[in-house]
C-alpha cells in the first residue's frame, strides 16, 4: 500500500472539528467560525485552521446543520433565457457564493413564458428551498403576489422591476448609463442616433429609453420615435431592427446606432457590414454590456462595463442576509453602478 494511500485511509475517517481543534489548538467554537467565514475570526486564524481543513479532506456536515435549523441549504435562481451569457454570468456568480456558504443552486430556465415562470416558482418553493434569485419577465407584478406560499420565503428580484408593492431589488442605473452611453455619442456631432432596445414591458427598456430621450433633450435635439426600435434581446432582433432602420432614406437614416445589450450589437454589426457600412467612418455604434466576446469585435465597440458579477454578488448577499435574519427586514434596493468603456466604434481613438 503507497503512503499517499494509507494517508487517504488515515485522513477519511477524520471528519469531526474535535479533530481540527486538536491539531490546530483551537477551540472548536473558533475552528467552526472560520469554517463558516465568520468575521469575528483573524485572517492569520482562518489560514492556519483551513490548512489543516485542507489537509484533512474535512467536509463540513451541511446536511446536519440544515435538520438543525430546519433549512435545505438550497436556493432558486430563475431567468429567462439559457442563451443570454448577461443571465449566465449572473448565475456563475451567485453559484459561487452561495457554494461557499454550503448552500446549492437550482436553475430554472422560463424560455420567456410567464407560464413558465410560474411553474419553477412553485416547483422550488415544492421542494422547499430557503430563498430564491428571480429575473422577471415583463412589468405585471400581481401574478408574483397570487403565488401561493411564495411570500414565505426570502425573493430577491434583478434587472427587471415589478409593478405593485416595494420588493427585494438589485438593479443597473438603466437611466443614468443611457444617459451617460448617448450624451457621449451626441458629443461626436451625431443628431439622427437609432435606438435598439428590448421590449418595453420591461422596465429596464423604458428606463434606458428614457436616459436616451433624456439626452437628447439636454442637447435641445428633437426626440424622433422613428429611430426607436423594440425588440427581443436576440442577436437576430437586432440585425432586422438595425436594416430596418438603414431603409430609411437620405437625411432620415441614422449616423449612429446604440443597442441595448450584446445580443442586439452582434446582430448589428452583421447588418452594418452587410451594407457595406465601416464603422466608425460611416456609422457609430455604442452598447449597453460588455461581455468577453465584445472584445474579438473589430472595431472595439464603445460600451458600459461589464456588471454581472457584481449583480450576482449583490443579489446573493442581499438573499442570504434576509434567509438569515430572525426578524422580517423591509424592502431594499440595490443599483449597481457602470462606468462608460470606450472603444473605437464610436468615433474614439479606443483603448491601447
Known amino acids: 500500500m503507497s503512503v499517499l494511500t494509507e494517508k487517504m485511509m488515515e485522513y477519511r475517517t477524520v471528519t469531526k472539528l474535535e479533530d481540527i481543534a486538536k491539531e490546530t489548538g483551537f477551540s472548536i467554537k473558533t475552528v467552526s467560525r472560520a469554517i463558516h467565514n465568520h468575521p469575528d475570526i483573524k485572517r492569520e486564524t482562518r489560514e492556519i485552521i483551513m490548512e489543516v481543513v485542507r489537509k484533512r479532506g474535512f467536509t463540513p456536515n451541511w446536511a446536519a446543520q440544515s435538520l438543525r435549523n430546519q433549512k435545505t441549504n438550497t436556493v432558486g435562481y430563475i431567468i429567462p433565457n439559457i442563451t443570454n451569457g448577461f443571465f449566465g454570468e449572473i448565475g456563475i456568480a451567485v453559484d459561487a457564493f452561495f457554494r461557499a456558504k454550503g448552500y446549492s443552486t437550482l436553475i430554472c430556465f422560463t424560455s420567456d413564458s410567464r407560464e413558465n415562470e410560474i411553474e419553477s416558482v412553485r416547483s422550488l418553493l415544492a421542494k422547499n428551498i430557503d430563498g430564491i434569485i428571480l429575473a422577471p419577465i415583463g412589468n405585471q407584478g400581481e401574478y408574483i403576489d397570487q403565488i401561493p406560499n411564495l ?27 443611457s444617459r451617460r452611453l448617448t450624451a457621449h455619442i451626441l458629443g461626436h456631432g451625431h443628431a439622427r442616433i437609432g435606438f435598439i432596445t428590448g421590449p418595453l414591458e420591461e422596465s429596464s427598456s423604458r428606463e434606458r429609453l428614457s436616459g436616451f430621450r433624456n439626452a437628447l433633450k439636454d442637447t435641445g435635439i428633437p426626440f424622433d420615435d422613428s429611430l426607436v426600435r423594440s425588440v427581443d434581446w436576440e442577436i437576430h432582433s437586432g440585425y432586422e431592427a438595425t436594416k430596418d432602420l438603414l431603409d430609411q432614406k437620405g437625411s432620415s437614416r441614422p449616423t449612429a446606432v446604440i443597442y441595448g445589450n450584446s445580443q442586439l450589437l452582434l446582430g448589428g454589426y452583421k447588418a452594418l457590414r452587410e451594407k457595406g457600412l465601416s464603422i466608425p467612418r460611416d456609422i457609430a455604434v455604442a452598447s449597453f454590456e460588455h461581455p468577453d466576446i465584445i472584445d474579438a469585435l473589430s472595431p472595439c465597440p464603445t460600451t458600459l462595463e461589464k456588471v454581472e458579477t457584481r449583480i450576482g454578488q449583490a443579489a446573493a448577499e442581499m438573499l442570504l442576509s434576509i434567509i438569515e435574519s430572525k426578524e422580517k427586514t423591509p424592502p431594499r434596493e440595490v443599483y449597481i453602478p457602470s462606468q462608460l468603456i470606450i472603444g473605437e466604434s464610436c468615433g474614439c481613438p479606443g483603448r491601447s
Not at 409593478?163 to 448609463?177: I, K, M, T
Open 151 to 177: 411570500d414565505d420565503i426570502p425573493l430577491v428580484l434583478i434587472d427587471n422591476r415589478l409593478s405593485g408593492p416595494a420588493r427585494n431589488y438589485v438593479l443597473q442605473d438603466n437611466e443614468g448609463n
